[in-house]
């Protein structure tokens, strides 16, 4: 562990060498990278991994994959007894194989993915943020290595219908506000809406712990329709999985554990739609959802078995909206500014948080010669459960959370990241207010 921090460290310091005196540009590439790939994108990597072992780019087997690593740097406020300087890694493996280039059998996949994360202690603590300012970290163990996807995907209806089931991910498919953009003029596609790197982008603060995610994900399945209305952009999704992890006395974590439907529940289901506005034909999204959360939650006091409370089921709801506001090269690319909203709402008295509002803009390729960058600006405010007295010795009411970035491609697969975050209330009442953390994060996609 210490030599990978201290060799990402001697990396980074490179990298911000290099930034400072001058990049060449970079050609645009498919889908710059989000700040957690792991937790909101499907087919991680560029496949270049398989092609290096010499598999053919339209094979039916791809094999690719994702490094992320940051460090942290607590520069005033937070919890005082933590280290300041942290680090996370995220190394996320991929084998899929289309099941229609192999054996006929069209419109069907299958894929299997392996997921390793290292994080010092303090990563996710120092700063005093319960909605989360690091969106790698991770709950313990904070050193794993897990199964994190095995799956199989089968369209109908010529891709109307899909089907996934198998151990996945669902918060790429739910409560995802970095979704795609989709129009139906190919340049002004946007993949991936925003790289801010704290946790409400990659799961909704009414959801954490809830929603099986990244490091958590779960066995279950998931149907998407797409019906032919409103242009093909109208969908709903629905799902269940195992519900295990989603209980907060974090008993089992299933990113770990053997895949079980034998438990608890978590059911959870979204609709929504798409447009596209103006002779620019900048495209915009909604989407409403509603989840349940089956079995006994229990919450304790810090430190105590015994001074606990339950509450048997949660429920809760959830909102996202986003828009292209403008476009810098209308007729060239896909660059411009989007801004985006998720609130989320849920009335459970084990939830972590109550309600929650997240919302931020980027402006994506800001420069016509590097239109892989991408600048943003994102804020995250959070409703704080204290149901227990106990619990209002622990949290504070409310916490807002203020996020900058800038991502920057270094190279056809490599992105470098600093990022501010300012907290002028935190919700840890042991930390500090007006806390201030740096981040430096470097993305290689393979």
């Known amino acids: 562990m210490h030599a990978v921090y201290a060799l990402g460290s001697t990396v980074i310091r490179g990298l911000i060498a290099c930034v400072w005196v001058g990049v060449a540009p970079v050609m645009a ?36 994959g994702v490094w992320v690593g940051n460090g942290t740097s607590q520069w005033s406020g937070g919890v005082s007894n933590q280290n300041a300087v942290n680090g996370v890694q995220q190394l996320l493996l991929e084998a899929s194989l289309d099941l229609g280039k192999a054996i006929g059998l069209d419109h069907t996949w299958i894929w299997i993915q392996g997921l390793q994360v290292n994080a010092t202690t303090g990563a996710g603590q120092v700063t005093g943020s319960m909605q989360g300012a690091n969106s790698l970290t991770t709950s313990p163990p904070l050193n794993r290595s897990e199964l994190f996807e095995f799956a199989i995907r089968k369209d109908f209806l010529d891709g109307r219908l899909r089907v996934i089931a198998g151990k996945q991910s669902t918060s790429i498919t739910f409560a995802n506000i970095n ?57 709903f999704s629905a799902g269940v999985y195992d519900g295990r992890g989603g209980l907060r006395d974090a008993s089992v974590q299933t990113g770990l554990d053997a895949p079980s439907l034998s438990g608890p529940l978590f059911s959870i289901a979204e609709a929504g739609s798409g447009w596209v506005a103006g002779k620019a034909r900048k495209p915009g999204s909604f989407g ?159």
């Open 29 to 64: 590439q498919s889908s710059p990278p989000t700040s957690n790939p792991a937790a909101s994108q499907t087919a991680p990597g560029t496949g270049e991994l398989g092609r290096l072992l010499g598999l053919p780019a339209d094979g039916a087997l791809r094999i690719g």
């Open 179 to 235: 979704r795609p953009d989709k129009t139906d003029v190919a340049r002004y596609q946007v993949d991936n809406l925003t790289s801010l790197a704290f946790t409400p982008i990659y799961s909704m603060p009414t959801l954490l712990g809830r929603l099986p995610g990244y490091t958590n994900s779960a066995l279950g399945l998931t149907i998407t329709a797409q019906p032919d209305v409103l242009d093909g952009r109208a969908y």
């Open 288 to 446: 409403l959802g509603a989840w349940s959360q089956g079995g006994e939650s229990v919450v304790c006091q810090s430190g105590s078995t015994t001074n606990c409370f339950t509450e048997l089921g949660a429920w809760g709801v959830y909102a996202l909206l986003n828009q292209r506001l403008s476009s810098f090269r209308p007729q060239q690319d896909s660059s411009g500014i989007s801004g985006f909203l998720s609130a989320g709402w849920s009335p459970s008295i084990s939830n972590q948080m109550g309600a929650s509002v997240t919302a931020g803009f980027t402006a994506m390729g800001p420069l016509g010669s590097r239109p892989n960058d991408s600048i943003g600006v994102g804020v995250s405010w959070a409703k704080i459960n204290r149901s227990e007295p106990f619990l209002e010795a622990e949290f504070n009411p409310n916490e807002l959370m203020l996020q900058g970035y800038a991502q920057i491609a270094l190279a056809d697969s490599l992105y470098f990241q600093p990022t501010v975050t300012v907290l002028p209330l935190v919700g840890d009442r042991d930390a500090e207010d007006d806390s201030v953390s740096g981040l430096l994060q470097l993305t290689m996609l393979f």
